[in-house]
């Protein structure tokens, strides 16, 4: 999708985003934001945030300019690519843009509550929690990991006849004993983990963004709620934090379409929450007013969710005793379901289930979904344990709690 102006054609939009990409390439820092500093400016007092390191609870503050930044995160820059064609900084200029729009939509939330976007700004403000969620170094590591252990399963079962036979189909010729033993000490050194595949770092940026834009209709098709608390929220650098369901797997992150609950902080007393459309909601489940208590769990499923930074106000320090599994050693996880062989021809056929890793993955006790009263009506299985289809829903649902 690509923002444009009520007077601007689509052709007009794009000529003009792509124009500006090339103009940013001048004068544009190579540190790149995983999270908008204009977002982050929301946990600020005098200029200053609280970043500490998840893992080693190293703490600081510093200006939300120089937080959660990576050098040349979403360059396209690469030599099979023609720069006049594709400017470098084409993804940093889209996101630009985006922020811009989230950062006018998440005032407008606070101002006056869902009822308060029009649909043009809702879009916006779902487009911006879509490419929020894809953006950051998770879903780089994991789109990553999931092409090299696709790519392994494809050969893990291979036999040195299937592999001469491949060799000879790419080189024209019969191969020798040394060339099929080559190929089987490479396999068996990548099964070790001595080498992996990979994707250059445009193709990573560009995957992320083809996720984002089939991801926002999950976050339009829910309903949202804002809450107030008293004690001040934190963010992470994956500020959009989906809470898996009671009856989930709680070592299992839940995707847009099937998380009870989504999480984005709006600011340190203001929470954005976006249930999932078939979970029945009371009227104790939608007072406005989180408890300490509750604030005090979202924070800590908050810190959970983040890779490697949290944030906080500058004259806070509740993120340096807030302590969460380490990161899992996967991050993806591909686990085999069923296998089956032809009795004639000896071919194996497996079924594999992919899944990503929470940090409660690694063997520690999970707490229960934070807020015990969103889940009154979800202690049975029902539909709201099931994907949902957003294109067979009339109307976005994004204010039906308001």
């Known amino acids: 999708m690509v923002l444009r102006r009520d007077d601007e054609t689509l052709e007009e939009a794009v000529a003009a985003l792509f124009e500006s990409a090339r103009l940013n390439e001048a004068s544009a820092p190579r540190k790149h934001h995983l999270v908008p500093a204009s977002y982050l400016r929301r946990w600020t007092i005098d200029d200053r945030i609280r970043v500490t390191e998840t893992d080693s609870h190293h703490s600081y503050t510093t200006s939300p300019e120089k937080a959660a930044r990576e050098t040349d995160f979403y360059s396209v820059a690469a030599d099979e690519l023609d720069s006049d064609?594709?400017?470098?900084?084409?993804?940093?200029?889209?996101?630009?843009?985006?922020?811009?729009?989230?950062?006018?939509?998440?005032?407008?939330?606070?101002?006056?509550?869902?009822?308060a976007l029009d649909e043009k700004s809702v879009l916006s403000f779902a487009m911006f929690l879509a490419f929020q969620t894809t953006r950051g170094r998770a879903v780089r590591a994991r789109i990553m990991q999931?092409?090299?252990?696709?790519?392994?399963?494809?050969?893990?079962?291979?036999?040195?006849?299937?592999?001469?036979?491949?060799?000879?189909?790419?080189?024209?010729?019969?191969?020798?004993?040394?060339?099929?033993?080559?190929?089987?000490?490479?396999?068996?050194?990548?099964?070790?983990?001595?080498?992996?595949?990979?994707?250059?770092r445009a193709a990573l940026v560009g995957e992320a963004a083809m996720?984002?834009?089939?991801?926002?209709?999950?976050?339009?098709?829910?309903?949202?709620?804002?809450?107030?608390?008293t004690l001040p929220l934190i963010i992470c650098?994956?500020?959009?934090?989906?809470?898996?369901?009671?009856?989930?797997?709680?070592?299992?992150?839940?995707?847009?379409?099937?998380?009870?609950?989504?999480?984005?902080?709006?600011?340190?007393?203001?929470?954005?929450?976006?249930?999932?459309?078939?979970?029945?909601?009371?009227?104790?489940?939608?007072?406005?007013?989180?408890?300490?208590?509750?604030?005090?769990?979202?924070?800590?499923?908050?810190?959970?969710?983040?890779d490697r930074w949290m944030f906080e106000l500058p004259n806070r320090t509740r993120t340096t005793t807030l302590f969460v599994p380490p990161l899992p050693d996967s991050r993806t996880s591909v686990q085999l379901v069923a296998r089956r062989s032809d009795a004639a021809t000896g071919a194996v056929e497996e079924l594999r289930r992919m899944h990503i890793p929470t940090r409660w993955s690694k063997g520690w006790r999970k707490p229960p979904p934070p807020v015990e009263r969103w889940w009154r009506y979800a202690q049975v299985r029902g539909l709201h344990d099931l994907p949902y289809r957003w294109e067979g829903m009339e109307y976005a649902q994004y204010n039906l709690l308001e």
């Open 85 to 115: 064609r594709i400017p470098a900084l084409l993804f940093e200029t889209i996101l630009s843009r985006i922020e811009g729009a989230g950062t006018t939509c998440i005032d407008l939330l606070l101002e006056g509550g869902p009822r």
């Open 146 to 200: 999931t092409m090299d252990q696709g790519m392994l399963l494809t050969w893990e079962n291979i036999t040195d006849e299937g592999i001469a036979r491949k060799l000879q189909k790419q080189r024209g010729e019969e191969p020798t004993e040394a060339d099929v033993a080559g190929v089987r000490s490479f396999l068996d050194e990548w099964r070790a983990g001595k080498w992996r595949m990979t994707m250059q």
């Open 211 to 229: 996720m984002a834009d089939k991801m926002l209709w999950y976050f339009l098709a829910r309903p949202w709620r804002i809450y107030e608390s």
């Open 237 to 306: 650098d994956e500020p959009v934090v989906p809470i898996q369901r009671p009856l989930g797997n709680p070592h299992e992150e839940p995707g847009v379409a099937t998380a009870g609950t989504i999480l984005f902080p709006l600011d340190p007393y203001h929470l954005l929450a976006m249930f999932h459309p078939d979970l029945g909601l009371d009227d104790l489940a939608l007072y406005p007013e989180l408890l300490p208590t509750e604030t005090d769990e979202i924070n800590l499923f908050i810190a959970a969710h983040s």
